[in-house]
C-alpha cells in the first residue's frame, strides 16, 4: 500500500509558499502522492498547477474536484493544462458533491447523483482523450472538444461509498476515493464492490485511495475530542453519516487515526489489510502536531 498526504485547506489556511513547503516536504519524504482537496479556499488544480511547477517529481492529485458547478468541458480544460504544466502528474479525483452544498450555496440539483455521474463521465473521459463530444442526454449537454498539445489523459478516480456509485466507479473510472471511511467498511463494503464492478466491466483492478485524519500524540483523548469538534458536521452529512452507521461507530472522531507512533503505524496497517492501495494521510493537529505526524508517517512509507 502506497502513503500519499493532504496538502492545502484541508490541515488549515495556507499561502502559496506553505502550500508549495508542504509538497516539497513530502517529495522529500518519499510521500507517494501529494493530494490537494477542492473546499472553500484554493482552487485545487490551480493550486497544484502553482506548486508543480515548484516542485518537480512527486504526483499529484486531486481529492476531490466536485463536478456539479464544473461542466466537463470546462473541468478536461482544466486538468489538461495542469497536466501539460506539470509534466503529466496529476491523477483528476472527482465526485459528485455534497447534496446540501450543491444546493444551498449554488442552487444546483443533486437528486439522481449517480445518473448525473454516469453521463458525466461518459463525457469527461473522451474529452480527457482529446477526442470531439456531441452528447445531448436527458441531464447533460456537452458539444466541443479540449485538446491541449503535450498532456496525457490523467487517470479519474470517483468519491463513492454507496453501492451503485461504487458500480459507477468500477465501470467507468480507474477506481475509487473515500473520506471517514473506516476498515470495516472498506473491507467488506468499499474494496469488493468497487473490485467486482471492474472485473465485470473487464477493466484492470481499481485504485482504492482511503482519506483519514491523522495525529500522532500522547493525547489520544484529547485529539479525539478535538476531531469530534471539528467534524461535528460533517458526521451528520447523510453521505458520511452512512459509512459511519455501517461502520458501527458514534462518529468521525472513532475512525480517525491516533495515538502514539506505534498505534498509528497499526492503524494504517489495518487499511492495507482491508485492500486500500493508496492511504490518503490528512495530518490534523496543531503545526508541532502536524509535524510529528509526517515525521511518524513518513517513517513507514519506505515499508510500505
Avoid at 499529484?60 to 482544466?78: D, F
Avoid at 501539460?84 to 444546493?103: D, F, P, S, W
Avoid at 447523510?238 to 498509528?264: C, F, K, N, S, T
Amino acid at each position: 500500500m502506497k502513503i500519499g498526504i493532504a496538502v492545502g485547506d484541508v490541515r488549515g489556511p495556507a499561502t502559496l509558499e506553505e502550500l508549495t513547503e508542504q509538497v516539497r516536504t513530502a517529495a522529500e519524504l518519499g510521500y507517494s502522492t501529494a493530494w490537494a482537496s477542492q473546499a472553500l479556499g484554493w482552487d485545487a488544480l490551480t493550486a497544484l498547477t502553482a506548486v508543480g511547477g515548484r516542485v518537480p517529481g512527486i504526483p499529484l492529485g486531486t481529492a476531490v474536484v466536485p463536478v456539479p458547478q464544473r461542466h466537463p468541458l470546462v473541468l478536461a480544460g482544466q486538468a489538461l493544462s495542469v497536466q501539460a504544466a506539470t509534466g503529466n502528474r496529476l491523477t483528476l479525483g472527482i465526485g459528485a458533491g455534497i447534496a446540501m452544498m450543491v444546493e444551498s450555496m449554488y442552487g444546483l440539483p443533486a437528486d439522481q447523483p449517480v445518473r448525473r455521474m454516469r453521463e458525466y463521465l461518459s463525457v469527461l473521459r473522451p474529452l480527457l482523450r482529446g477526442e470531439t463530444v456531441a452528447h445531448h442526454g436527458e441531464l447533460l449537454t456537452a458539444s466541443g472538444t479540449a485538446a491541449v498539445p503535450g498532456a496525457e489523459p490523467p487517470q479519474v478516480l470517483l468519491a463513492a461509498m454507496g453501492p451503485a456509485m461504487l458500480s459507477l466507479a468500477g465501470e467507468l473510472a480507474d477506481g475509487v476515493v473515500t473520506w471517514m471511511t473506516g476498515p470495516r467498511t472498506l473491507a467488506g463494503h468499499i474494496v469488493p464492490s468497487v473490485t467486482k464492478a471492474a472485473q465485470s466491466a473487464g477493466r484492470p483492478a481499481p485504485r482504492v485511495i482511503a482519506g483519514l485524519a491523522v495525529c500522532v500524540t500522547d493525547d489520544e483523548v484529547g485529539v479525539r475530542g478535538r476531531v469530534a469538534e471539528q467534524f461535528a458536521l460533517a458526521g451528520q452529512v447523510p453521505e458520511y453519516r452512512a459509512m459511519l452507521d455501517r461502520e458501527g461507530v458514534a462518529g468521525p472522531q472513532d475512525v480517525v487515526i491516533v495515538g502514539d507512533e506505534a498505534a498509528v503505524a497499526e492503524g494504517i496497517g489495518r487499511l492495507a489489510e482491508a485492500g486500500v492501495t493508496e492511504y490518503l494521510a490528512a495530518p490534523f493537529g496543531t503545526p508541532e502536531e502536524q509535524h510529528r505526524t509526517i515525521q511518524a508517517v513518513a517513517a513507514l512509507v519506505t515499508g510500505a
